[in-house]
């Protein structure tokens, strides 16, 4: 079996993204659900799984009639998207955490100080 670049480049990045998303489940990073990191095995572990054995997707090529084996360059097409759109999820989560730390700080620190009675010591009384 002849092994190509593509191949190891997919195996490499789909290796490095399984890691990252075990690491940060096992770690019980805020927003790691389970649900997400299954699919997380599903797409890279079945990413590196074609680049391992790409003639096992002639079966689903000839399916939905692809001829040719042109698998290289939908693989890759494939790779880039997900990795892209893993990235952007993970943007969009820290920054809607670092959203919700700001506005509860802001709303703790508008909040008037209160007396042991729970009247505002500003009242004079």
């Not at 002849?2 to 075990?22: C, D, E, N, T």
């Not at 079966?59 to 290289?72: C, D, Q, R, S």
Request: hydrophobic share 50%; glycine share 8%.
């Amino acid at each position: 079996m002849k092994i190509h670049l593509y191949q190891i480049v997919i195996i490499f990045i789909s290796s490095v993204m399984l890691f990252q998303g075990a690491k940060d489940f096992f770690k019980r990073e805020t927003g790691q659900t389970f649900l997400k990191f299954a699919v997380r095995i599903i797409v890279w572990g079945g990413m590196g799984l074609v680049a391992v054995y790409p003639n096992s997707t002639m079966y689903f090529a000839k399916l939905i009639g692809i001829e040719g084996n042109i698998n290289a360059v939908i693989l890759t097409g494939f790779l880039l998207v997900f990795l892209l759109i893993f990235k952007l999820l993970s943007a969009i989560e820290k920054i809607e955490q670092n959203i919700s730390e700001l506005t509860r700080k802001e709303a703790l620190s508008n909040l008037p100080e209160q007396g042991p009675q729970g009247r505002n010591r500003d009242d004079g009384q």
